[in-house]
């Protein structure tokens, strides 16, 4: 295993603790439903730096951008189509602002929206468009890209073979939901199988975000820790959302989320966070139980 060095010097500090939620975040700030999140980096960079800041200030050592969806395929849609390479410089510039010196920035790239299988997209364009997205990323300065919420393993191993050509760092994070145990992806593919996939394409980190919850990835995290050598990547939702009035609610505390984060860390995860319907309160309260952690090492340690 030969991970980049700016990974292995953040992993030698230990776990890594990343952000939670973007997108219900934006919304709680206003965001309308139905408009992307990844247009406010242009439009109210303000707001989506606050959201940014609130994760840094909760204790996350690793920020993601607002640029999931800044790819033209996904934003493809959108007419005239938005300028890919300002949209993805100022979630990168943005997420900076709120970073500091105090967390490093990890670029997110999302899939096309597109189906490989049905015809929808061709491997070239493809390639083309996240070529495009990670470059400009790239050019804007962020540490790493994280490649994330795939469904197909072969829109994944595209995307990383396209990050890659940066020179940057790559996690590479699949979502696992479906199958009889829900440790599948909605292709079928199992954790081992795209464990091997995503590092033959040249994934630096592997993992799993999205999904039914952090409960469903005790065993997924488990299971890519077997298949590989490669740091492991958390980033669950806080369990599935309910519309109550008009609202989204997810019923998950972050009490309870906090508590399998810590049992997913000892099932060998190097990077955990959240994803849909978690906070800054989420990221808080993990990063009490790692300091705790922390200073019943010492203190054993000291004895």
Known sequence: ?????????????????????????????????????????????????????????????????NTFRSNRIALGHHQPTPDIAALNAA????????????????????????????GDVSPEQLEAA??????????????AIVIETMTDVEE????????????????????????????RTMMGVTPEDAATALEEAGADVIGANCGLGIEHYRAVCQRLKQASSLPVWIKAN??????????????????????????????????????CGTTPDFIREISRRLAALHEASDLS???
């Not at 994944?156 to 440790?183: N, Q, W, Y």
């Not at 309910?242 to 609610?249: K, Q």
């Open 1 to 65: 295993m030969n991970i980049p060095s700016k990974l292995a010097d953040l992993l030698s500090h230990g776990t890594v603790l990343t952000d939670g939620a973007w997108g219900t975040q934006l919304a709680a700030a206003g965001l309308p439903a139905g408009e992307v999140p990844d247009l406010w980096n242009l439009r109210h960079p303000e707001k989506v730096e606050a959201v940014a800041r609130r994760y840094v200030d909760a204790g996350s050592k690793v920020i993601l951008t």
């Open 301 to 303: 340690k000291a004895r």
């Open 238 to 275: 806080a369990g599935l959302p309910r519309l109550v009035d008009g609202a989204v609610i997810y019923d998950v505390t972050p009490e309870h989320f906090a508590s399998t984060a810590m049992e997913i860390l000892a099932a060998g995860a190097s990077f955990i966070g959240g994803c």
């Open 91 to 118: 979630g990168v510039r943005i997420s900076r602002a709120a970073a500091g010196d105090r967390a490093l920035v990890f670029a997110s790239i999302g899939p096309s929206g597109k189906m490989l299988m049905s």
């Open 156 to 183: 994944a191993t595209i995307a990383i073979r396209a990050a890659k050509r940066t020179g940057l760092p790559v996690v590479a994070s699949m979502v696992f939901d479906s199958g009889k145990d829900k440790t």
């Open 130 to 143: 996240f070529d495009e997205q990670a470059v400009a990323i790239a050019d804007a300065g962020a540490d």
